[in-house]
């Protein structure tokens, strides 16, 4: 078989050299322009989120805050009698509240609430939460809380972790329902599990995808940022929040990191 030729040998190699070279410059050019891509990108993205958050936020507003108008000025006219005004006073405070709650739950939502380093058992947490939803719940309604237990403990804040559970509950009340009960599940060693499952309408098919999305509610009237806030308290306290499926009504499960204390620990922990 015939040598190569040096010089076709010698040519052929610089053609590579210089192919290998441009197609590096190539690379190194691309990677330069998807860190600019990247950065730019991450700018925007905040300002994107916000620019969502306050359409949300205004298309919320509106009708509460239009309705209210409409109520003051109703007020402001002499000759209604004394029960027109008692009546359009007090559908002129419910709408106020309402705004106040669309406040309070955009400034949890945007603030975070801070997971906090308190120890407390899952009695006292059952204890808060009840003491948070029963002022709170419709007449004729039923809620049902698991055996308060002395001996599994937590870290965080029990009163942001209660109020995200009161949340979901209190959710339930509104859409309709009327028993929800918490219950706990079977779980591996170190860790809390619970369900809110209720006997309410449900969760529209269109929206189960989006429920922890915020402003996205499916009752008239709801700000659609309560379970954005529940899931965000839980997620600081290391855990997680999700919708499982279920047949009637609504199930929320729930777990949090946690760890066993012996009984007599855990009493002189209550008595101190």
């Known amino acids: 078989m015939p040598a190569l030729p040096i010089v076709d040998s010698a040519r052929d190699a610089a053609a590579l050299d210089h192919l290998s070279g441009t197609l590096g ?13 990247q950065q730019e990108l991450a ?15 205004a298309h919320q507003v509106r009708t509460p805050l239009a309705t209210a108008l409409v109520y003051a000025c109703h007020l402001r006219d002499g000759a ?17 509240r309402q705004l106040e709650r669309l406040v309070a739950d955009m400034l949890a939502y ?16 059952v204890l808060a939460l009840d003491a948070t939803v029963q002022p709170q719940c419709p007449p004729g309604v039923q809620l049902r809380l698991p055996q308060r237990d002395t ?18 509950c209190l959710n339930a009340f509104e859409a309709g329902a009327r028993q929800v009960t918490v219950e ?42 309560g379970l954005a806030v529940a899931r965000g308290v839980i997620e600081r306290h290391h855990g997680t929040l999700r919708l499982a499926e279920s047949g009637p009504g609504c199930r929320f ?9 012996g009984r007599q620990a855990a009493r002189a922990a209550l008595e101190a």
């Open 110 to 125: 945007a603030h975070g609430a801070d997971a906090g380093t308190q120890a407390f058992s899952l009695a006292e947490l």
């Open 80 to 96: 209604l009698d004394a029960d027109s005004q008692a009546r359009f006073a007090e559908r002129l405070v419910e709408r106020l």
């Open 253 to 261: 499960e729930i777990a949090l990191p946690c760890h066993v204390m």
């Open 43 to 57: 700018t925007q993205r905040p300002l994107a989120v916000l620019g969502q958050m306050t359409a949300g936020l």
């Open 184 to 225: 706990r599940l079977p779980a591996p060693l170190g860790q809390l599990r619970l369900a809110i499952s209720d006997d309410g309408p449900g969760i529209a098919p269109a929206l189960r995808g989006r429920v922890f999305e915020p402003f996205v509610s499916g009752r008239p009237g709801g700000t659609g940022l």
């Open 151 to 168: 001996t599994l403990r937590l870290t965080g804040s029990i009163e942001n972790l209660s109020g995200a559970l009161a949340n979901l």
């Open 25 to 37: 410059d190539s690379y190194r050019q691309l990677e330069r322009r998807l860190d600019v891509l």
